[in-house]
């Protein structure tokens, strides 16, 4: 079992800026795909934001794409999603996760995600 930590999250008007952390005391963080995943109230969970385990490919979703950046520091043992220009539809508890090998062709997917986080929430305000 990987226990994965969630910080960051908080209120912030519209425009601003936070930035989430993830963090594991597993030494085996190195080998994992890591994701970032968001859940807004009566929505589905959708995905954010993915990056290799290596930390040298990043994969963005479209509505974040620009605006959000994801990255990584294995030595360690955290991820990390910094969050600029939020807008009120970026609103949702934020969820990372974890992919161990062998990793799966669908990053995008929840359901290629081993291990979960338990969520901080990000609001914010118009």
């Known amino acids: 079992q990987v226990q994965l930590v969630e910080s960051g999250g908080g209120l912030v008007q519209v425009g601003g800026s936070l930035l989430l952390s993830c963090t594991t005391p597993r030494r085996t963080f190195a080998s994992y795909r890591m994701g970032w995943f968001r859940q807004a109230l009566g929505k589905e969970r959708e995905f954010v934001a993915a990056i290799s385990a290596s930390g040298s490919s990043t994969y963005y979703a479209d509505y974040v794409q620009g605006r959000f950046t994801m990255s990584r520091d294995n030595a360690l043992n955290t991820g990390y999603l910094q969050m600029n220009s939020l807008e009120p539809e970026d609103t949702a508890v934020y969820y990372c996760?974890?992919?161990?090998?062998?990793?799966?062709?669908?990053?995008?997917?929840?359901?290629?995600?081993?291990?979960w986080g338990q969520g901080t929430q990000v609001t914010v305000s118009s």
């Open positions: 996760a974890a992919d161990a090998p062998p990793w799966s062709s669908t990053r995008e997917s929840r359901y290629a995600y081993d291990y």
